[in-house]
């Protein structure tokens, strides 16, 4: 299954490198009464932008403290790359990272420093620490904001046609129906399998619906004793079997691109999106007089008691155990600034669009944030949300989007879909060497 979070990163692998070093420094070395320590990100140029902001206005506030920037690759080369380096100590003395189920690859009980005595652990929220830690400690704070799975919609389409927010399926797919009776030049659901990732969108969002069904489900799965070929999680794939057949999907749906899918649903030619929040940094970038015409919901769950926002949580900032001494205290201090301070909010907001809250209660959305943005955070403010499974189980299969696509196009039945997908995931499980598969 593909890492959305991967996706949704805060851009693609491209762009040089930006090095902020003092010179004649390197890390862990004291020059001029300074402590040096080094700051690692990807490689990308939003990042390394925003990286460098970060470091101009912490060492404003830190006179003591010399930061260097180091930069590295996302994606796989970068895993590995993390893993070599904290096996050999020489990590920078601060890194950037996923949270979830690829930091548990980490082994952070051996490799990382215990921060759950730090004075911010406290204002963060409780979904984020639980992909940051284990029962031995928290070892990430968060660096920048969250997203989320769900459906965008068109703010238009719906009051033109005096629709309301659906708060289950039964609902949304009447919704649907109204759509293609009423407007039938309005694709009341937008699919785009041009870019096969988006097709997982029905079973990735439902997931916090299944959690809230069933708190230990994460759990059961990583220990081969649930299945999405068993309810509660088959809902996913059975929804986009529904929705195929009830012909709610855009004619186009097997060729049209993310990006394609985008522009129509800004435009209002198409009515509903299930896709991550993350699109909506492409709506402020190419259509921003359309910004505040998109709205967000959950995904919704068959009862509506159950209907939950799937939530993305964003990457984290973590130290190795191999920093040490005074460069450990410095250490701290890059970590508790960039994640809680004022100042780090600032930049964050100034350098684009958040794609959701932010898990830090010292930082708040901007009271412009577009209005998708707001309607997510409404979910957390009434705590009905829950982390996207790969931030619970390390289990993943490969083909879902393959899976995904043949069950959007009326290839292969819910329920044939699930079945394989229950075997694709054995596979990795074997793969991994979990217990019980």
């Given at each position: 299954?593909?890492?959305?979070?991967?996706?949704?990163?805060?851009?693609?692998?491209?762009?040089?490198?930006?090095?902020?070093?003092?010179?004649?420094?390197?890390?862990?070395?004291?020059?001029?009464?300074?402590?040096?320590?080094?700051?690692?990100?990807?490689?990308?140029?939003?990042?390394?932008?925003?990286?460098?902001?970060?470091?101009?206005?912490?060492?404003?506030?830190?006179?003591?403290?010399?930061?260097?920037?180091?930069?590295?690759?996302?994606?796989?080369?970068?895993?590995?790359?993390?893993?070599?380096?904290?096996?050999?100590?020489?990590?920078?003395?601060?890194?950037?990272?996923?949270?979830?189920?690829?930091?548990?690859?980490?082994?952070?009980?051996?490799?990382?420093?215990?921060?759950?005595?730090?004075?911010?652990?406290?204002?963060?929220?409780?979904?984020?620490?639980?992909?940051?830690?284990?029962?031995?400690?928290?070892?990430?704070?968060?660096?920048?904001?969250?997203?989320?799975?769900?459906?965008?919609?068109?703010?238009?389409?719906?009051?033109?046609?005096?629709?309301?927010?659906?708060?289950?399926?039964?609902?949304?797919?009447?919704?649907?129906?109204?759509?293609?009776?009423?407007?039938?030049?309005?694709?009341?659901?937008?699919q785009a399998y041009g870019d096969d990732w988006t097709a997982q969108l029905f079973v990735l969002a439902d997931f916090a619906n299944v959690l809230h069904q069933d708190p230990e489900w994460a759990t059961k799965y990583t220990d081969n004793e649930a299945k999405y070929s068993d309810q509660p999680a088959f809902s996913g794939f059975l929804h986009q079997q529904e929705a195929f057949e009830a012909g709610l999907f855009n004619e186009d749906f097997a060729s049209l691109l993310n990006d394609?899918?985008?522009?129509?649903?800004?435009?209002?030619?198409?009515?509903?999106?299930?896709?991550?929040?993350?699109?909506?940094?492409?709506?402020?970038?190419?259509?921003?007089?359309?910004?505040?015409?998109?709205?967000?919901?959950?995904?919704?769950?068959?009862?509506?008691?159950?209907?939950?926002?799937?939530?993305?949580?964003?990457?984290?900032?973590?130290?190795?155990?191999?920093?040490?001494?005074?460069?450990?205290?410095?250490?701290?201090?890059?970590?508790?600034?960039?994640?809680?301070?004022?100042?780090?909010?600032?930049?964050?907001?100034?350098?684009?669009?958040?794609?959701?809250?932010?898990?830090?209660?010292?930082?708040?959305?901007?009271?412009?944030?577009?209005?998708?943005?707001?309607?997510?955070?409404?979910?957390?403010?009434?705590?009905?949300?829950?982390?996207?499974?790969?931030?619970?189980?390390?289990?993943?299969?490969?083909?879902?989007?393959?899976?995904?696509?043949?069950?959007?196009?009326?290839?292969?039945?819910?329920?044939?879909?699930?079945?394989?997908?229950?075997?694709?995931?054995?596979?990795?499980?074997?793969?991994?060497?979990?217990?019980?598969?």
């Amino acid at each position: 299954m593909f890492t959305l979070r991967t996706r949704a990163s805060l851009a693609a692998l491209s762009g040089a490198a930006v090095v902020a070093a003092a010179a004649g420094c390197s890390a862990g070395t004291a020059t001029d009464g300074k402590t040096t320590i080094s700051y690692l990100v990807q490689t990308d140029k939003l990042t390394t932008e925003t990286a460098t902001a970060m470091i101009e206005a912490f060492e404003k506030a830190n006179p003591d403290i010399a930061v260097e920037l180091d930069t590295q690759p996302a994606g796989t080369e970068g895993d590995n790359l993390t893993k070599t380096k904290l096996s050999t100590g020489e990590m920078s003395d601060v890194f950037f990272y996923n949270t979830g189920s690829l930091l548990q690859a980490l082994n952070p009980d051996d490799q990382l420093v215990d921060l759950s005595g730090e004075s911010w652990v406290e204002k963060v929220n409780d979904d984020f620490l639980s992909t940051v830690s284990t029962d031995d400690g928290i070892y990430g704070a968060p660096n920048g904001s969250s997203l989320a799975g769900g459906v965008l919609y068109n703010k238009k389409v719906y009051a033109s046609l005096g629709l309301e927010v659906p708060t289950s399926w039964a609902e949304f797919l009447a919704n649907g129906e109204e759509i293609k009776r009423s407007a039938p030049d309005v694709a009341p659901i937008l699919q785009a399998y041009g870019d096969d990732w988006t097709a997982q969108l029905f079973v990735l969002a439902d997931f916090a619906n299944v959690l809230h069904q069933d708190p230990e489900w994460a759990t059961k799965y990583t220990d081969n004793e649930a299945k999405y070929s068993d309810q509660p999680a088959f809902s996913g794939f059975l929804h986009q079997q529904e929705a195929f057949e009830a012909g709610l999907f855009n004619e186009d749906f097997a060729s049209l691109l993310n990006d394609e899918a985008i522009a129509m649903l800004a435009e209002g030619s198409g009515a509903h999106y299930p896709i991550l929040t993350s699109a909506v940094s492409a709506i402020s970038q190419n259509h921003p007089d359309s910004l505040d015409d998109v709205g967000f919901f959950a995904l919704p769950a068959d009862d509506a008691t159950d209907t939950q926002a799937t939530v993305w949580q964003p990457n984290a900032l973590y130290i190795p155990r191999s920093t040490e001494g005074a460069q450990l205290e410095a250490a701290k201090k890059l970590v508790e600034f960039i994640a809680s301070s004022q100042e780090a909010c600032e930049i964050l907001q100034a350098t684009g669009v958040p794609s959701g809250p932010y898990v830090i209660s010292t930082c708040e959305l901007p009271a412009d944030a577009p209005a998708a943005i707001q309607d997510l955070n409404a979910y957390f403010e009434a705590e009905a949300t829950a982390p996207a499974l790969e931030f619970l189980s390390p289990v993943k299969g490969p083909s879902l989007p393959n899976i995904t696509i043949e069950v959007g196009s009326g290839i292969r039945s819910a329920e044939d879909a699930a079945a394989l997908y229950d075997e694709d995931v054995k596979k990795q499980a074997q793969q991994l060497g979990l217990e019980g598969w």
